[in-house]
């Protein structure tokens, strides 16, 4: 049975599909699989953390997340930092080199988003902002609500 939903809230389900297959195809050009570039976009995302603070992020172990952070050193995309303070703390975070090889795959995606938006009236750039906004809210509530539910 199909329910009767908004063609916008279809559209976005759409969108949810195509970011996930444009992931793939980023990770793909990048020469990395799903789960390093995921990594890699997380570090990209918060900055330098600990390999304790990744592994959370992605749910993995910290022996998992350990060897994902030396498949990304290889290909020059992470690095480890020690802390000057106490040199046992150490840190990653993701290079320049791989911030610009991302954004050079991503920047004509954005641009010409940018670009559509920014054509249109101001009162349908805030409707669209609102909208995404509120979208990225349910998400994150739907995000929440599947992770405390209890696995069948």
Do not use: C
Request: glycine share 2%.
């Amino acid at each position: 049975m199909n329910l009767p939903y908004h063609p916008a809230a279809v559209a976005l389900q759409a969108l949810f599909d195509l970011a996930t297959q444009t992931e793939r195809e980023v990770a793909r050009r990048l020469e990395l699989n799903l789960t390093d570039y995921r990594a890699l976009s997380a570090l990209s995302h918060s900055g330098p953390v600990t390999v304790g603070k990744l592994a959370e992020t992605l749910g993995a172990t910290a022996a998992t997340t350990t060897a994902i952070v030396s498949r990304l050193e290889a290909h020059g995309y992470a690095e480890r930092l020690r802390s000057d303070e106490d040199r046992r703390h150490v840190h990653v975070s993701a290079t320049p080199a791989a911030t610009k090889d991302v954004m050079d795959l991503m920047r004509p995606l954005m641009a010409s988003t940018n670009q559509h938006i920014e054509a249109l009236p101001r009162m349908r750039q805030d409707a669209v902002s609102d909208f995404l906004s509120v979208a990225m809210h349910l998400m994150q509530d739907h995000l929440h609500y599947l992770s405390e539910k209890e696995t069948p």
